[in-house]
C-alpha cells in the first residue's frame, strides 16, 4: 500500500511540470525592427500605443520593438541576417525590398499568407507594387509619403515675397530677394546629391535615370533634360542661392529650415510632428514641388513591412504584419506623418478634415518611385558621385552624366 | 620520475597548449579562412552557393581606381600622423623630461587620449569641427580668434576633412610616442651631457650630437610600430567622414569594410585585406633591415 502511494507520488511528481506548462499559455516574442525615428513621436506612437494594443489582444504574443538610425539600417540588417541573427519582421525603405527579395531572405508573402490578396486588395497599387520582385510580393506597404515644397513664412515675408512658386523659374526669381536677407541665409537646401535630393528636380525637368524597363541609364541619365536639371543645381549653389549643404556635411536642411537660414526646401509629412514638438511656434507652409518642362513631379518615399523567411515565429509574426494593416494601426501612425496605404481610409472624417495631408495626396498624384532595383544602392551610389562632381565645378554634367550612365549600364549588364 | 618528465619532448608543448590553442582559433583559423574566402565570389547569405574564382578577386583589387585612391590616402595618413606623431612626441618628452616637479601629472594627461576609445574621441572631433557655426572650432576660428571670417564646412572638401583625421590620428598617439621617448631619455647617462658641455657643445648640439643617436634604436622602434599602426587606420575615418566625400578619404581599411559590409563582397574583401597584409609585411620588412644595419 505504502509502496504504491510512493509510486504514485512520484508519477504525480513527474507529471505535474507537463501539466503546468500546458496549462500556462506559451508566449512568443517576436523581433520587430524599423527606423520609426526615435526624436519624432513615431517610435513613441509605436511602442506606447500600438504595440501594447496588439499585445493586449494577443496576450500570448510579445513584440521587441528594436529602432534603429535610417542610415545605419541597411547594413546592420544585411550583417545580422548573414550571422543568422535577423529578425523576425522589418520595415524597409521600399527601395529597398528588390535588394532584400533578390538575396533571398524575405519570405514571399503571395505563398506563405493564406489573406495576403485580401491585405494586398485594400492598399494603394503603388507602395504595393514596390514589393514585387521575380513574379512575387516579399512585403506589404506600412506607409507612403512623398517631398512637397515648404517653403519658411518668416524668411519669405521679410524677403517680400507673397507667394509661393508654382515654377522652377519662379523659384530661381527668389533667389535675389532671398540673397538679400544675408550671405548665411539660402533659398532652398537639401543634404546632398542622393536620388532622394535630386530626383525631384531631374524628373521636373523631363529627365530621367533609366529607360521604363530598367536595361539602360544612356540616353536617359545623360539625356538632355537630365543634363538641364544638373545644370540648375550647379547654378543654384554656386550663385549661393542653394545652400552648400549639397556638398555633405553641412547644416542639418530640417533645423536650418526651422531656424530661418533655410527659405525653402523638400520634405515629407513627418516634418508636422517634429516642428510640433521642437519648434511648436513654426508653421509649415506648404506648397507642390514647383514645376518645369515634366511637370511637377516629387519622389515617392515610403516603407514596406517584410516577414524574413528565417523568422523564428512566423506565424506570430504574421499576426503583428495583419496588424500593421488594420484600419487603427494606420490611422494612429497617420497621426504622426506616417502617410495611411489604404485609400479607403482617406474617405475617413480625419483625413477630409486634415490640415496639411491634403498637400501630399496631390503631389502623389504625379510623384514617381526610385528605380525598384535590387542594384539600387550601388545605382545610387554612382548618381551621388556625379551630383558631387557636378556641383564642385570639377566636371561638366553631361561629361559626369555620360560616365556615370556609362557605370550604370554595366552595373545593368551584371544582373 | 621528475627527471623523466623533464626529458619527454612534449612537456613544453603541453604548457603551450591553452594559449597555443586560443591563438589557433582566434588568430589562425580567421586568417586561414579569410584567404580562402578570397578566391571565391563568395555569399553571405545562409543557402547561397559561393563560386570558386581564383585569383580574379586580386586581379580586380590592382585594376580598382577606388583601391589605389585609397592605398594613396592609407600611405600619406601613415606619413603625416607617424611623422607628427614622433616629432611632438620627442618635443613633449624633452620637455617633460626637464620639469622636475609635476613629472607624473604631464605625463598621465598626455597619456589619456592613447587609452581613450577611438569611438569616443571620434565622435567627440566630429562635434568639435561641426560645419555650423556654433561648431567649437568654427567658433573659435571665426568668432574668438578672428582667423576666419566664414565658418568652413569641415566635411565637405576632402582637405578640410583630411585636416580633421590627422589632427586626431596625432594627438591620439602622442602620449604613447612621448612615454616611450622619455623613458629613452632618462636612459641617456648625464654624464655624456656634462662631457659635451665641457667641450662647448650648445644645447642644441648636445640634443643633436649627444641625444639622438643614443635614443635611435626606440626611435626605430616606434617609427616601426606607427607605420603599422597608420595602415591599419579606420575607425576615426568610417566615424567621421565614412570615406566620402567621393571616397576621397577612404582609407584601405575604409573601402574593405564597405566592399564587404556594404556591398556583400566579402570575397574581395578579403582579397583588399591581403593584398594590404603584404604591403605592411613588406614595409616593417624594411623597416627592421634599417633597424639592423642602424646597429
Redesign the interface.
Given at each position: 500500500m505504502f509502496r504504491r502511494l510512493t509510486l504514485l507520488a512520484l508519477i504525480a511528481i513527474l507529471v505535474m511540470p507537463i501539466g503546468i506548462t500546458h496549462a500556462r499559455q506559451e508566449t512568443v516574442t517576436i523581433k520587430f525592427w524599423h527606423t520609426y525615428n526615435e526624436t519624432s513621436p513615431e517610435n513613441d506612437m509605436l511602442v506606447n500605443t500600438l504595440i501594447p494594443m496588439f499585445e493586449e489582444s494577443h496576450p500570448n504574443i510579445k513584440v521587441e520593438s528594436v529602432p534603429f538610425p535610417y542610415g545605419e539600417f541597411r547594413?546592420t540588417l544585411?550583417?545580422s541576417?548573414?550571422g543568422?541573427e535577423g529578425p523576425d519582421l522589418a520595415r524597409l525603405d521600399i527601395i529597398w525590398s528588390p535588394e532584400f527579395a533578390q538575396?533571398?531572405?524575405l519570405s514571399a508573402l503571395d505563398e506563405t499568407m493564406p489573406d495576403f490578396q485580401d491585405l494586398a486588395a485594400r492598399v494603394f497599387p503603388g507602395p504595393l507594387s514596390t514589393n514585387a520582385y521575380d513574379g512575387h510580393y516579399w512585403g506589404l506597404p506600412l506607409d507612403t509619403n512623398t517631398r512637397v515644397f515648404m517653403y519658411n513664412p518668416t524668411l519669405f515675408e521679410q524677403a517680400g515675397i507673397t507667394a509661393s512658386p508654382t515654377t522652377i523659374d519662379e523659384l530661381k526669381a527668389l533667389c535675389e530677394p532671398i540673397k538679400a536677407l544675408g550671405d548665411?541665409i539660402y533659398l532652398f537646401s537639401d543634404g546632398g546629391t542622393y536620388g532622394w535630393a535630386v530626383l525631384p528636380w531631374i524628373w521636373s525637368f523631363g529627365g530621367d535615370i533609366t529607360d521604363p524597363e530598367i536595361t539602360t541609364a544612356s540616353g536617359y541619365l545623360n539625356s538632355e533634360k537630365t543634363v538641364a536639371a544638373y545644370e540648375f543645381l550647379a547654378e543654384m549653389v554656386d550663385q549661393g542661392c542653394f545652400s552648400?549643404s549639397y556638398?555633405?556635411?553641412?547644416?542639418d536642411t530640417g533645423t536650418g529650415y526651422f531656424t530661418d537660414i533655410f527659405a525653402s526646401m523638400l520634405d515629407g509629412p513627418w516634418m508636422y510632428p517634429i516642428a510640433e514638438a521642437q519648434y511648436p511656434d513654426f508653421e509649415i507652409q506648404a506648397a507642390q514641388m514647383p514645376a518645369g518642362e515634366g511637370g511637377s513631379i516629387s519622389v515617392v518615399g515610403g516603407e514596406n513591412i517584410a516577414l524574413f523567411a528565417?523568422a523564428a515565429h512566423p506565424d506570430e509574426a504574421m499576426e503583428f504584419l495583419r496588424f500593421t494593416q488594420s484600419d487603427e494601426y494606420q490611422l494612429k501612425m497617420s497621426e504622426v506623418g506616417q502617410l495611411t496605404v489604404i485609400p479607403s481610409l482617406l474617405e475617413n472624417e480625419y483625413f477630409q478634415n486634415h490640415p496639411y495631408y491634403g498637400a501630399f495626396l496631390e503631389q502623389l498624384k504625379t510623384a514617381k518611385a526610385r528605380t525598384p532595383h535590387p542594384a539600387w544602392?550601388?545605382m545610387e551610389e554612382i548618381l551621388t558621385?556625379a551630383g558631387?562632381?557636378i556641383l564642385r565645378g570639377e566636371a561638366s554634367p553631361q561629361e559626369a552624366l555620360d560616365l556615370a550612365a556609362e557605370e550604370i549600364d554595366e552595373l545593368l549588364a551584371e544582373e | 620520475m621528475r627527471s623523466k618528465l623533464h626529458h619527454r619532448w612534449y612537456v613544453p608543448y603541453l604548457f603551450l597548449l591553452p594559449g597555443l590553442a586560443l591563438y589557433i582559433l582566434w588568430m589562425i583559423y580567421p586568417l586561414g579562412y579569410e584567404l580562402y574566402i578570397s578566391f571565391f565570389n563568395w555569399k553571405i547569405m545562409p543557402g547561397q552557393q559561393s563560386e570558386f574564382i581564383g585569383l580574379e578577386n586580386y586581379k580586380e583589387v590592382m585594376h580598382d581606381k577606388y583601391f589605389w585612391m585609397a592605398l594613396e590616402n592609407t600611405v600619406r595618413y601613415t606619413a603625416v600622423t607617424v611623422g607628427g606623431q614622433m616629432l611632438i612626441g620627442l618635443g613633449l618628452a624633452v620637455l617633460v623630461h626637464r620639469v622636475f616637479i609635476g613629472k607624473r601629472i604631464f605625463r598621465t594627461i598626455y597619456y589619456i587620449p592613447v587609452v581613450t576609445s577611438w569611438v569616443v574621441v571620434s565622435f567627440l572631433f566630429q562635434f568639435l569641427f561641426s560645419s555650423h557655426p556654433g561648431g567649437f572650432v568654427n567658433y573659435l576660428l571665426v568668432s574668438v580668434l578672428g582667423v576666419l571670417d566664414k565658418p568652413v564646412m569641415w566635411m565637405s572638401e576632402t582637405k578640410t576633412a583630411w585636416i580633421i583625421i590627422y589632427v586626431l590620428g596625432i594627438w591620439k598617439g602622442v602620449g604613447w610616442t612621448m612615454v616611450i621617448f622619455l623613458a629613452a631619455l632618462q636612459g641617456v647617462p648625464v654624464e655624456l651631457y656634462e662631457s659635451a658641455a665641457i667641450d662647448g657643445a650648445g644645447e642644441w648640439q648636445q640634443f643633436k650630437n649627444v641625444t639622438l643617436p643614443l635614443i635611435r634604436r626606440t626611435t626605430l622602434f616606434i617609427m616601426v610600430a606607427l607605420v603599422i599602426g597608420g595602415f591599419q587606420a579606420f575607425v576615426s575615418i568610417y566615424l567621421i567622414t565614412g570615406g566620402g566625400p567621393l571616397h576621397r578619404t577612404e582609407v584601405v581599411l575604409s573601402y574593405m569594410y564597405d566592399r564587404a559590409f556594404d556591398r556583400l563582397r566579402f570575397g574581395y574583401g578579403a582579397s583588399l585585406s591581403y593584398v594590404l597584409a603584404a604591403i605592411v609585411v613588406f614595409v616593417s620588412f624594411i623597416q627592421m633591415r634599417m633597424f639592423r644595419q642602424s646597429d
Amino acid at each position: 500500500m505504502f509502496r504504491r502511494l510512493t509510486l504514485l507520488a512520484l508519477i504525480a511528481i513527474l507529471v505535474m511540470p507537463i501539466g503546468i506548462t500546458h496549462a500556462r499559455q506559451e508566449t512568443v516574442t517576436i523581433k520587430f525592427w524599423h527606423t520609426y525615428n526615435e526624436t519624432s513621436p513615431e517610435n513613441d506612437m509605436l511602442v506606447n500605443t500600438l504595440i501594447p494594443m496588439f499585445e493586449e489582444s494577443h496576450p500570448n504574443i510579445k513584440v521587441e520593438s528594436v529602432p534603429f538610425p535610417y542610415g545605419e539600417f541597411r547594413q546592420t540588417l544585411l550583417t545580422s541576417l548573414a550571422g543568422g541573427e535577423g529578425p523576425d519582421l522589418a520595415r524597409l525603405d521600399i527601395i529597398w525590398s528588390p535588394e532584400f527579395a533578390q538575396l533571398g531572405v524575405l519570405s514571399a508573402l503571395d505563398e506563405t499568407m493564406p489573406d495576403f490578396q485580401d491585405l494586398a486588395a485594400r492598399v494603394f497599387p503603388g507602395p504595393l507594387s514596390t514589393n514585387a520582385y521575380d513574379g512575387h510580393y516579399w512585403g506589404l506597404p506600412l506607409d507612403t509619403n512623398t517631398r512637397v515644397f515648404m517653403y519658411n513664412p518668416t524668411l519669405f515675408e521679410q524677403a517680400g515675397i507673397t507667394a509661393s512658386p508654382t515654377t522652377i523659374d519662379e523659384l530661381k526669381a527668389l533667389c535675389e530677394p532671398i540673397k538679400a536677407l544675408g550671405d548665411d541665409i539660402y533659398l532652398f537646401s537639401d543634404g546632398g546629391t542622393y536620388g532622394w535630393a535630386v530626383l525631384p528636380w531631374i524628373w521636373s525637368f523631363g529627365g530621367d535615370i533609366t529607360d521604363p524597363e530598367i536595361t539602360t541609364a544612356s540616353g536617359y541619365l545623360n539625356s538632355e533634360k537630365t543634363v538641364a536639371a544638373y545644370e540648375f543645381l550647379a547654378e543654384m549653389v554656386d550663385q549661393g542661392c542653394f545652400s552648400p549643404s549639397y556638398l555633405g556635411g553641412g547644416m542639418d536642411t530640417g533645423t536650418g529650415y526651422f531656424t530661418d537660414i533655410f527659405a525653402s526646401m523638400l520634405d515629407g509629412p513627418w516634418m508636422y510632428p517634429i516642428a510640433e514638438a521642437q519648434y511648436p511656434d513654426f508653421e509649415i507652409q506648404a506648397a507642390q514641388m514647383p514645376a518645369g518642362e515634366g511637370g511637377s513631379i516629387s519622389v515617392v518615399g515610403g516603407e514596406n513591412i517584410a516577414l524574413f523567411a528565417g523568422a523564428a515565429h512566423p506565424d506570430e509574426a504574421m499576426e503583428f504584419l495583419r496588424f500593421t494593416q488594420s484600419d487603427e494601426y494606420q490611422l494612429k501612425m497617420s497621426e504622426v506623418g506616417q502617410l495611411t496605404v489604404i485609400p479607403s481610409l482617406l474617405e475617413n472624417e480625419y483625413f477630409q478634415n486634415h490640415p496639411y495631408y491634403g498637400a501630399f495626396l496631390e503631389q502623389l498624384k504625379t510623384a514617381k518611385a526610385r528605380t525598384p532595383h535590387p542594384a539600387w544602392s550601388q545605382m545610387e551610389e554612382i548618381l551621388t558621385d556625379a551630383g558631387q562632381l557636378i556641383l564642385r565645378g570639377e566636371a561638366s554634367p553631361q561629361e559626369a552624366l555620360d560616365l556615370a550612365a556609362e557605370e550604370i549600364d554595366e552595373l545593368l549588364a551584371e544582373e | 620520475m621528475r627527471s623523466k618528465l623533464h626529458h619527454r619532448w612534449y612537456v613544453p608543448y603541453l604548457f603551450l597548449l591553452p594559449g597555443l590553442a586560443l591563438y589557433i582559433l582566434w588568430m589562425i583559423y580567421p586568417l586561414g579562412y579569410e584567404l580562402y574566402i578570397s578566391f571565391f565570389n563568395w555569399k553571405i547569405m545562409p543557402g547561397q552557393q559561393s563560386e570558386f574564382i581564383g585569383l580574379e578577386n586580386y586581379k580586380e583589387v590592382m585594376h580598382d581606381k577606388y583601391f589605389w585612391m585609397a592605398l594613396e590616402n592609407t600611405v600619406r595618413y601613415t606619413a603625416v600622423t607617424v611623422g607628427g606623431q614622433m616629432l611632438i612626441g620627442l618635443g613633449l618628452a624633452v620637455l617633460v623630461h626637464r620639469v622636475f616637479i609635476g613629472k607624473r601629472i604631464f605625463r598621465t594627461i598626455y597619456y589619456i587620449p592613447v587609452v581613450t576609445s577611438w569611438v569616443v574621441v571620434s565622435f567627440l572631433f566630429q562635434f568639435l569641427f561641426s560645419s555650423h557655426p556654433g561648431g567649437f572650432v568654427n567658433y573659435l576660428l571665426v568668432s574668438v580668434l578672428g582667423v576666419l571670417d566664414k565658418p568652413v564646412m569641415w566635411m565637405s572638401e576632402t582637405k578640410t576633412a583630411w585636416i580633421i583625421i590627422y589632427v586626431l590620428g596625432i594627438w591620439k598617439g602622442v602620449g604613447w610616442t612621448m612615454v616611450i621617448f622619455l623613458a629613452a631619455l632618462q636612459g641617456v647617462p648625464v654624464e655624456l651631457y656634462e662631457s659635451a658641455a665641457i667641450d662647448g657643445a650648445g644645447e642644441w648640439q648636445q640634443f643633436k650630437n649627444v641625444t639622438l643617436p643614443l635614443i635611435r634604436r626606440t626611435t626605430l622602434f616606434i617609427m616601426v610600430a606607427l607605420v603599422i599602426g597608420g595602415f591599419q587606420a579606420f575607425v576615426s575615418i568610417y566615424l567621421i567622414t565614412g570615406g566620402g566625400p567621393l571616397h576621397r578619404t577612404e582609407v584601405v581599411l575604409s573601402y574593405m569594410y564597405d566592399r564587404a559590409f556594404d556591398r556583400l563582397r566579402f570575397g574581395y574583401g578579403a582579397s583588399l585585406s591581403y593584398v594590404l597584409a603584404a604591403i605592411v609585411v613588406f614595409v616593417s620588412f624594411i623597416q627592421m633591415r634599417m633597424f639592423r644595419q642602424s646597429d
